[in-house]
């Protein structure tokens, strides 16, 4: 079953669905911050059952305590402790997701394979961004596309040929993640 959740974790690896919760620490001069909002991911419910199923087998060291003191004390200190916590739950989500694929060692076709449908996926979506110069909308805000076209304020354009042409965005929040994608 772990298997199932893995590949599905690599074929949706690109979308940001997700739900965010608004809680006042979220906001600055009242206005909603999406980077201080604890956002729920459909990858991270994948994550978090794919754990259930197989969770990795963890020691506890004297250094993983040493850890463990380090980041209760930068989440009592930190400037808002609910945003430092929420990032510190992320941080520990990727170590044993991170452990998962150490101790499972999945087959490198089987990683190439999910992954390259996350790919072309995005690239086809990028692409008719690109050629239509707005979102595509319909259905796909289900992946998490954002609705924009290339007069939204904001909005990453670039030069191409002498013209103002939009950057694709794919489901991903801005053109450079797409690129590292």
Do not use: C
Request: proline share 6%.
């Amino acid at each position: 079953m772990h298997k199932l959740f893995f590949s599905l974790l690599l074929a949706l690896l690109p979308t940001q669905l997700g739900y965010h919760f608004w809680p006042e620490w979220a906001m600055v001069l009242g206005r909603r911050v999406d980077y201080l909002s604890p956002t729920f991911y459909l990858t991270d419910i994948l994550i978090f059952l794919l754990l259930l199923f197989k969770f990795p087998k963890l020691r506890i060291t004297a250094a993983t305590l040493g850890v463990l003191l380090f980041i209760a004390i930068n989440i009592y200190f930190a400037a808002s402790p609910w945003v430092a916590a929420h990032k510190w739950l992320k941080v520990l989500e990727y170590i044993l997701l991170g452990l998962y694929m150490i101790q499972t060692k999945p087959k490198f076709s089987s990683v190439i394979f999910f992954l390259s449908i996350g790919v072309l996926y995005s690239s086809a979506i990028a692409i008719g961004q690109f050629l239509l110069q707005h979102s595509l909308g319909g259905p796909l805000w289900f992946l998490g596309e954002r609705t924009f076209s290339a007069d939204t304020p904001g909005i990453a354009r670039t030069s191409l040929w002498g013209r103002e042409v939009l950057r694709p965005y794919a489901t991903f929040p801005h053109p450079n993640v797409l690129g590292g994608f």
